[in-house]
T-cell receptor, first 115, second 115 residues
């Protein structure tokens, strides 16, 4: 079945540094990927839609310069949290939409802690 | 704007019980509805996907139904087991409006199955 690999699963970084999270579709091509953020005991909040070969579309209130998204190939999208601060600490999850049935496959998530 | 509501917010049952989780959505213009499971600190695992033209889908002890006209979906879990304990999320893929092409999630139902 469709699998999305997300790395790293957790990362701790110092305030002011940048962190890159990778989301890779392993056995299917994903022209569209999505990045979500999840706060404790809450549902997922869509941050941006990533389209292969074009600029990402960000949701209202999401800082484009803070959360850089690159979707350079049909199987890889990356989210870079730039100049991270403690308030960026969260659980980030990516997903890819399958062309065959428009179903979504999610990665395993990345727990980011900024100290 | 699509809104998805899940009832109940939490459910605790003894092992072996059959149970129903409810999901309602305000805009019937959806491509499909997907049920997910999320374990603590993990990503989302897709359980069942129902296309808008379908009425139900089954996988093992799980059965999901969709009634677009009433804006409702249910997830039926038969003979519940402690391993079923998780948060269950439903999400509609919007086919119109300002949320076109995006998933709208419910807040989830936290299920606990006691041995």
């Amino acid at each position: 079945g469709a699998v999305v690999s997300q790395h790293p699963s957790w990362v701790i970084c110092k305030s002011g540094t940048s962190v890159k999270i990778e989301c890779r579709s392993l056995d299917f091509q994903a022209t569209t990927m999505f990045w979500y953020r999840q706060f404790p005991k809450q549902s997922l909040m869509l941050m941006a839609t990533s389209n292969e070969g074009s600029k990402a579309t960000y949701e209202q209130g999401v800082e484009k310069d803070k959360f850089l998204i690159n979707h350079a190939s049909l199987t890889l999208s990356t989210l870079t949290v730039t100049s991270a601060h403690p308030e960026d600490s969260s659980f980030y999850i990516c997903s890819a939409r399958r062309v065959v049935d428009y179903g979504y496959t999610f990665g395993s998530g990345t727990r980011l802690t900024v100290v | 704007k699509q809104e998805v509501t899940q009832i109940p917010a939490a459910l605790s049952v003894p092992e072996g019980e059959n149970l129903v989780l409810n999901c309602s959505f305000t805009d019937s213009a959806i491509y499909n509805l997907q049920w997910f499971r999320q374990d603590p600190g993990k990503g989302l695992t897709s359980l069942l996907l129902i296309q808008s033209s379908q009425r139900e889908q089954t996988s093992g002890r799980l059965n999901a139904s969709l009634d677009k006209s009433s804006g409702r979906s249910t997830l039926y879990i038969a003979a519940s087991q402690p391993g079923d304990s998780a948060t269950y999320l439903c999400a509609g893929l919007n086919a119109g409006g300002t949320s076109y092409g995006k998933l709208t999630f419910g807040q989830g139902t936290i299920l606990t199955v006691h041995p």
